[in-house]
Structure formats: structure tokens, C-alpha cells
């Protein structure tokens, strides 16, 4: 069965300033989907980058990138210039094939991100 | 703008009292999740549509049902609440074509 890890429950960065949220996974499909989910205080989980794990080269979405070892099974996420809106929930997710009919993403526990002024 | 929407956001029942929880999408996604998410966890898949077909996670507790009547609208009724069964509720959809799931803001369900 696939899992996914995070194994930082909290971070803080100061504002400004780059963090990186660590991630890994484990899985026997060579086919497959990676995603970092943003869940504020609000409550609303808000997808924030994604990586299919055919492609080598890294994800980037503005602010945010990934850093995506496959060999290692581990996905990292960089937040760059972070900004007190970047506070949040994250969460990694793994999704198994191309979607279709399944398509369940399976969360990692998550790490709390507290960007600091 | 198309989304996903749930509704109530805040739902209050009494142990033992049948609850219904909405979601409704402008997406015209055809598969629609239902979470299960206590505070400080992961998100819990409970079940899901692909169309009308109706996929249950095995551990997905018997007093858990879900009815779609159609494309647009999901609901999760919940027949006889514990305090257990205190979370927040997410729904999710996404295009069967697609990988990315888009998300509700989720209903927080208090028991009592």
C-alpha cells in the first residue's frame, strides 16, 4: 500500500525568508501523481503545485517549487520569499495512475507552517 | 466562477440524530469525494462517484451514506451520529480526464 510521510509536524520561517517542507513516499507504481496541498486557517484546501512523475524536471508555480527525486521517492516542497499569507497547513499527497475512475489522493499527515513577521 | 460548494458550514446535531451534509459544484466534474478530517489530521476518504457508481472505502463505518442524484449535487447523510463523528467534512471533485481534485471549503460538524 502506498504511504506518503512528512515527517515535520510544525515549521516556522520569517517572513521574506525560504523554507523547504520535506515529504516522501512509498510506492511499487511507476506511474503516478505528487501534490502539495495548502489548507489555511480557513479551512479551504487549496492545491498549490503538482508533479507527474513521468516528467523530470520540477514543478514550479511562482513562489513555489519542488524538488522531486524519484529514485529517493521524495518530493520537497521550497516556499521562497515567503509571505505571512503562506501560513497554513501543508499537505503532500500521492495519487496512483493517471486519475480515471479512482483517482484518491492519500495525504501525508501534514506539516503547520508559521510564516513570521 | 465555477467551484465547489458546501453547505452548511457549520452543522450542529445530537448524538443519535440523522444529519445531512451538501455539496453542490459548477465544475461538471464527474467524480465527487467525500473526507472525513478530525482536527489535525489528514484527510480521510470516505467514499466516492465516478458517475453514479457509487465506490466505498472499506473501512468506511456503515452509518455512513452518500447520495448523488445528479452531476451537480452530493450528499453525505450520517444516520445515527456519535461523538466520534465530530469533524470537518470535506468534498472534492475532479474531472475523470484530470488528476487534480478541487476542494470545498468543508462543513465542521459538532455533535453533542
Known amino acids: 500500500a502506498q504511504t506518503v510521510t512528512q515527517s515535520q509536524p510544525e515549521m516556522s520561517v520569517q517572513e521574506a525568508e525560504t523554507v523547504t517542507l520535506s515529504c516522501t513516499y512509498d510506492t511499487s507504481e511507476n506511474n503516478y501523481y505528487l501534490f502539495w496541498y495548502k489548507q489555511p486557517p480557513s479551512r479551504q484546501m487549496i492545491l498549490v503545485i503538482r508533479?507527474?512523475?513521468?516528467?523530470?524536471q520540477n514543478a514550479t508555480e511562482n513562489r513555489f517549487s519542488v524538488n522531486f527525486q524519484k529514485a529517493a521517492k521524495s518530493f520537497s516542497l521550497k516556499i521562497s520569499d515567503s509571505q505571512l499569507g503562506d501560513t497554513a497547513m501543508y499537505f503532500c499527497a500521492f495519487m496512483e495512475g493517471y486519475g480515471g475512475s479512482q483517482g484518491n489522493l492519500i495525504f501525508g499527515k501534514g506539516t503547520k507552517l508559521s510564516v513570521k513577521p | 466562477d465555477a467551484m465547489v460548494i458546501q453547505n452548511p458550514r457549520y452543522q450542529v446535531t445530537q448524538f443519535g440524530k440523522p444529519v445531512t451534509l451538501s455539496c453542490s459544484q459548477t465544475?461538471?466534474?464527474?467524480?465527487m469525494y467525500w473526507y472525513q478530517q478530525k482536527s489535525s489530521q489528514a484527510p480521510k476518504l470516505l467514499f466516492h462517484?465516478?458517475?453514479?457508481?457509487?465506490?466505498n472505502e472499506a473501512d468506511t463505518p456503515d452509518n455512513f451514506q452518500s447520495r448523488r442524484p445528479n452531476t451537480s449535487f452530493c450528499f453525505l447523510d450520517i444516520r445515527s451520529p456519535g461523538l466520534g463523528d465530530a469533524a470537518m467534512y470535506l468534498c472534492?471533485?475532479?474531472?475523470?480526464?484530470?488528476?487534480?481534485?478541487?476542494f470545498g471549503p468543508g462543513t465542521r460538524l459538532t455533535v453533542l
Open positions: 472534492a471533485t475532479r474531472a475523470s480526464s484530470t488528476d487534480t481534485q478541487y
Open positions: 462517484y465516478y458517475d453514479k457508481d457509487f465506490n
Open positions: 508533479q507527474e512523475a513521468y516528467k523530470q
Open positions: 465544475l461538471n466534474h464527474n467524480v
